[in-house]
C-alpha cells in the first residue's frame, strides 16, 4: 500500500520536512517512490508549503492514504485528501 507522508529532514532543533509517496512498510525516512514537495514549520505562513497539487491529486485517485498530519496540510492548500476516483 502506498502512503502519503512526511520524511523529516533538516537538523536538531530546525525542523524541515519532505512530502513523500512511500510504501507502507519502509520506514520513516526510508526511500520514497516520489517527492511531492516540502514543509517547513518554522517558516513565515506564506512560505510554509510548497506541494505538487497534480500530483498529490494522481496518488490520492489510485488510493494511496495520507497519514492524519498529511490530510490536515492538504486542507491548508485546499486539496481534497479523500483517497480514491474523483468525479467531477
Known amino acids: 500500500m502506498v502512503v502519503l507522508r512526511l520524511k523529516r529532514m533538516g537538523r536538531r532543533h530546525r525542523p ?3 512530502l513523500s509517496a512511500m510504501d507502507k512498510r519502509s520506514p520513516r525516512d526510508g526511500r520514497a517512490i516520489e517527492a511531492l514537495g516540502w514543509f517547513d ?11 505538487k497539487a ?3 491529486d494522481y496518488w490520492l485517485s489510485v488510493g494511496a492514504q495520507p497519514s492524519q498530519t498529511v490530510t490536515s496540510l492538504l486542507k491548508r492548500i485546499d486539496v481534497d ?4 476516483k474523483k468525479l467531477s
Open 54 to 56: 497534480d500530483r498529490i
Open 81 to 84: 485528501p479523500t483517497p480514491g
Open 41 to 51: 514549520p518554522l517558516a513565515p505562513e506564506d512560505k510554509q508549503i510548497c506541494f
Open 16 to 18: 524541515f520536512y519532505r
